[in-house]
């Protein structure tokens, strides 16, 4: 049991009111909330156009394909861990090869948020570059909306939001590695 202090430490970026509403709405689609929200962050300098956002995993993936492609030599950033991840691959657990803090961009040059984000290296196949869980979206201060596929954010310039396709959506839950 700890004591709160007499003065609240607020967390950063708590200060921006984050809204949706019917505007919000784009689409009058069946499945509401089927389909995956499917968004293309950049990643170390790269946009990287296959990424879930998943609030319900409790941990950032990232595809250690995906680092060869953004050029990273990722083996020597790699700090080792034997801490093994379940429910990634159905039925199995899996060991990553280590983890790794990348810098992950939202946003344009006049309108952005850029954290560093912790990943676990997977090697082996998905449908998706990376997938960022509750740790990345909680550091964004993010809030996904998966009925509208959207997902909002604060930032320096207001709060950000990106939606996501929903014809690429279905294409990459349909096509399960």
Do not use: C
């Not at 990348?102 to 344009?108: A, Q």
């Not at 309108?111 to 869980?133: L, P, T």
């Amino acid at each position: 049991m700890a004591a709160e202090p007499s003065t609240p430490k607020y967390l950063n970026w708590s200060e921006y009111s984050v809204q949706f509403s019917r505007k919000d709405q784009w689409t009058s689609m069946t499945n509401v909330g089927h389909y995956p929200l499917v968004l293309g962050p950049t990643i170390a300098s790269m946009t990287v156009p296959k990424v879930l956002i998943d609030g319900s995993v409790g941990l950032n993936i990232i595809f250690a394909d995906m680092l060869k492609k953004i050029g990273l030599d990722f083996t020597s950033l790699l700090t080792p861990t034997d801490i093994p991840f379940y429910e990634i691959v159905p039925g199995k657990a899996a060991l990553p090869l280590g983890w790794i803090t990348l810098p992950i961009m939202f946003g344009t040059p006049n309108n952005f948020r850029m954290e560093f984000i912790q990943f676990e290296v997977a090697d082996f196949k998905s449908s998706y570059h990376a997938i960022f869980g509750r740790p990345a979206l909680a550091k964004f201060m993010v809030v996904p909306h998966y009925p509208y596929l959207l997902l909002k954010m604060p930032s320096p310039n207001g709060v950000l939001s990106f939606r996501g396709d929903l014809k690429r959506s279905y294409d990459y839950d349909t096509k399960v590695v």
